[in-house]
């Protein structure tokens, strides 16, 4: 007896173009608009049983940036400074001069989200987390940024140089 398997796939209706307007907010330092695409995201294609983890978000975070290795070098969890940055872009030369570093905190009680995004931003800094990008003489500007999420939600703290 011969079994066939047959994959149903059924047509998303998903514009490219938004995606690519999505990433363009991060690539375009408009962090603030960026964080509210990713909480509307956030609100309407993920499970909060899917997110309780850092590595979860880490992952869904990865997966949304992964486009982006065409212009970007993209590191995860890779020594950097005096620790290990969650991600860091990094501009392939002639191929733009704007680096992003992405620190990832997950807390658990709403309450925590601001201070905890806070404390990533100072964790970047701390650690020093741009040390590799600054042996990049291509590189003229550079994003750091920290997102705290609680279940479905997120908060950010960035400074962009």
Known sequence: MTRVIRW???KLNIDPGDYCSFIALLIDQQIDQFTAQLQAYLLNSTSYHDLSQEKDYHNLMGGLLSPLASKYTISSNKEAGLGRCDHI???IAGRGDHAIIIEYKVVKDKK???PIAKAGL???QDKQYEATIKQQLHVKKMSKIS???FGKQVAVYYEIM
């Open 112 to 114: 925590e989200l601001a």
């Open 89 to 91: 872009l990094t501009p």
């Open 147 to 149: 997102l705290a999420f």
């Open 8 to 10: 149903v796939t059924k």
């Open 122 to 124: 100072a964790q970047i």
